[in-house]
């Protein structure tokens, strides 16, 4: 193609990243906890329990999050060269992973009102037919927990091993969290139901709830802090900075004078620089020294002469 055509110097946007193995892992726990959903509520509505009808619809919310992860997958697959959206659709799953963090928090705060109010009226419960349940409910998290973290490792090996912030794929970290809350509620319940059972503590169960309230709080917060920094176009480490001056201004009389760098996807960066150089380059030979920085797939570049040169 001429260098004269404007397709030559046409940026792409596409800084999207292959999820295929991450949405069928994501399609195969949503189909399993939606089973494990619907055994427990049966059974809680048979059996007359409510733990287990409560953790049955709080299950549904996991569901859903999974619902919102697999939309988000596909939204940015199928519109990645849409010019609706100035820089791609690599943000997509990191506003999957953000709104997974929401519902997290909104869960954790549905449990921590539930355990007080079963403090001040305890409920009775049948251990029997509700601990073999939530073994069930443990043993397919379990394995759920198993897929995921596959396609997660996956993801990881991709990624520049030089990248000390490892921005992993949110959307998929988000389902995986949510297992892990499932899985942590069921752990917590069987322990507060064997004590139950065989010691009479029955207000254990009200107080692993307020525990595992507190636990799934602070992932919640920790996946919105991440999420929430990238969806803003929160600048990025000071070693990036470092890293993208030193190849600039290394044994050069070039200068840079101005420097943005934000995330357009989870591991991808878009860059603008205003350089003054006392001998000016064409802006492909500043390109050039910015290749070492794999990170770096999106550069404008402003080349100003020095003044009095």
Known sequence: ????????????????????????????????????????????SVYG??????????????VAAFGIALFAYRYARTHADNPRYSFGTGKVSVLGG?????????IALVMA??????????????????????????????????ILHSHHDHHDHDDDPHDEH???????????????????????????LVAG?????????????LVGAAVITRWS??????????LLDGTVDERTHTAIRAAIEHNSPDRIVDLHVWYVSPRQLSATLAIVSPAPQPPEHYKHRL????????LIIEVNPKAGE
Do not use: C
């Open 1 to 44: 193609m001429s260098t004269d055509s404007p397709e030559h110097w046409r940026h792409s946007h596409d800084f999207g990243v292959d999820h295929e193995r991450a949405e069928k892992g994501t399609t195969l726990v949503m189909v399993l906890t939606a089973l494990m959903m619907v055994i427990e509520i049966i059974a809680g």
């Open 49 to 62: 329990s409510m733990a287990l009808l409560a953790d049955g619809w709080h299950m549904a919310t996991h």
């Open 98 to 106: 953000f709104a997974s963090a929401i519902a997290l928090a909104v």
């Open 113 to 146: 009102l539930e355990s007080v109010l079963r403090m001040l009226e305890p409920q009775a419960i049948h251990f029997n037919e509700a601990i073999a349940v939530a073994v069930v409910g443990l043993l397919v998290n379990l394995a759920s927990g198993w």
């Open 166 to 192: 490892h921005h992993h794929d949110h959307n998929l970290r988000a389902a995986y969290l949510h297992v892990l809350a499932d899985a942590l509620t069921s752990v917590f319940a069987i322990i507060a």
């Open 197 to 209: 059972k065989y010691f009479g503590w029955v207000w254990l169960d009200p107080v692993m709830g």
């Open 221 to 230: 917060y920790g996946l919105v802090r991440d999420t929430g920094h990238i």
């Open 291 to 298: 290749a070492r920085i794999p990170q770096l797939s999106h």
